[in-house]
């Protein structure tokens, strides 16, 4: 374990430990006893009707964690065993030191799945057969290329090594799992356990494994997306933001990025850190945050939300909701960083009426920490990072890229009064604070 680990069950009462001179020690019997609580295999999940039941072993990488049972009517998991890596545990499932229900299993499983409102849902799941995103997720065994969870049919044999997207072509994955599905038509993709309301797709090229998506107000938010990466190249450190590329076909054009988590890694949403500690308390969504990261033991990240915040204000980011910011974990060393800004699509007003443009709207709705932006960048505590003279340029460049788009070009000069209104308030706030 790592040392932040030890020192959250011992804050929790979890594991036994005496603090001597500064120092936290920890009995050799203490830890004995901590292991026989944790790994405990005995018991398989009570089952019902076997015939419309599997048995699955819910696996984070190569580490088993718990067994589950799906019943193939209800087409939700019903019962599930005790757990054998009490650490794997998806994050957030459960607040931290609660035991974990089958209800809080099914809520995170279908959480996983193709959200109701994605572009093209009802086409995609009737030519998969599936009634439900939950069900097609399962048909993918749960396999992500947004972390390391996946369920194991029970005598498969299948290993991650050969059946992870990271790592293998999804044609040979699909192969692996078909006869793990009710239909062997039904194919694994990425794209089935991919979170977001945009339609996308996963490629691969050149051996790097890239998500490709379209828009939907004018195919505006493909635009978006490179505007957003011209200002983090500006702003932000490299590493700190996913850079996006423009990919045009014919009339229609998408968003291009690397995936940016290695094959050790995954990716964890703030709405699921937040439920570490549970309810909130009196300090407010964003303290709360802080406090979840801390207990977490993830490094930097004020300093990250800081730029986020900050970043959204000037696009005036209208989605980024508790799924579009978070955290990464190495799931091998368990050690935690806040992961890069993605996902900027929804920003310069792309959604916002003609008229209402016209009229001069500069503000937006934001879905952080309030949803007002002006309170909410009073959050940021720090601008000492933030430069004038990185904007020189900036707002003649967004407009050329948003000029690709031939259907934009009367929104393009409100665009502009309203992100240069935008970023002198910004800067502004900056010199005063």
Not at 61 to 74: A, C, K, L, N, P
Not at 110 to 135: T, W, Y
Not at 204 to 212: A, I, S
Not at 377 to 391: A, E, H, K, M, Q
Request: with cysteine; proline share 4%.
């Amino acid at each position: 374990m790592s040392v932040r680990r030890v020192q959250e069950l011992v804050k929790s009462g979890m594991l036994d430990a005496e603090k001597v001179s500064g120092v936290w020690l920890v009995e050799e019997e203490a830890v004995e006893r901590r292991a026989r609580t944790v790994n405990k295999a005995g018991g398989r999940p009570p089952r019902g009707m076997g015939a419309y039941e599997e048995a699955f072993m819910l696996m984070n990488r190569g580490h088993e964690i718990v067994e589950v049972i799906y019943d193939t009517r209800r087409r939700e998991f019903t019962s599930m065993g005790e757990l054998f890596d009490e650490l794997r545990v998806p994050v957030g499932i459960a607040p931290f030191g609660m035991p974990v229900t089958i209800a809080d299993f099914n809520r995170w499983w279908r959480g996983r799945g193709i959200p109701g409102m994605r572009n093209g849902i009802d086409l995609l799941l009737r030519e998969a057969g599936v009634e439900v995103p939950e069900e097609l997720l399962r048909r993918n065994l749960g396999l992500s290329l947004s972390d390391q969870y996946w369920i194991r049919p029970d005598k498969s044999g299948l290993e991650w090594a050969e059946v992870n997207f990271f790592n293998n072509d999804f044609d040979d994955i699909d192969a692996r799992t078909a006869p793990y599905a009710l239909d062997p038509n039904v194919h694994a993709r990425p794209e089935n356990t991919s979170d977001g309301n945009l339609e996308k797709i996963w490629v691969v090229r050149d051996g790097v494994r890239m998500l490709r998506k379209g828009g939907l107000h004018n195919n505006q938010e493909p635009y978006n997306e490179v505007v957003a990466t011209a200002l983090h190249r500006r702003i932000l450190p490299q590493g700190d933001y996913v850079e996006y590329g423009l990919e045009e076909t014919g009339l229609s054009a998408y968003s291009l990025c690397a995936n940016f988590l290695s094959d050790e890694e995954e990716y964890v949403p703030a709405l699921y850190v937040e439920r570490v500690l549970g309810a909130s308390g009196g300090g407010g969504a964003y303290d709360h945050y802080l406090e979840c990261c801390d207990m977490l033991g993830a490094q930097g990240v004020a300093e990250s939300l800081n730029r986020m915040i900050v970043c959204d204000d000037i696009l005036a980011n209208s989605d980024r909701h508790f799924r579009n910011f978070g955290l990464v974990r190495n799931v091998e060393t368990l050690e935690w960083r806040p992961a890069p800004i993605f996902d900027s699509g929804s920003c310069l007003w792309c959604d916002t009426d003609q008229a209402v443009l016209e009229r001069g709207e500069r503000s937006f709705v934001s879905k952080q920490f309030d949803a007002n932006p002006g309170r909410q960048l009073l959050l940021v505590n720090d601008f000492s990072w933030l430069r004038p003279s990185d904007f020189r340029g900036f707002v003649d460049e967004a407009i050329e890229i948003l000029s690709r788009n031939g259907a934009l070009d009367r929104r393009l000069p409100f665009v502009r009064s309203a992100l240069e209104w935008r970023i002198r308030r910004v800067l502004d706030i900056a010199e005063w604070s």
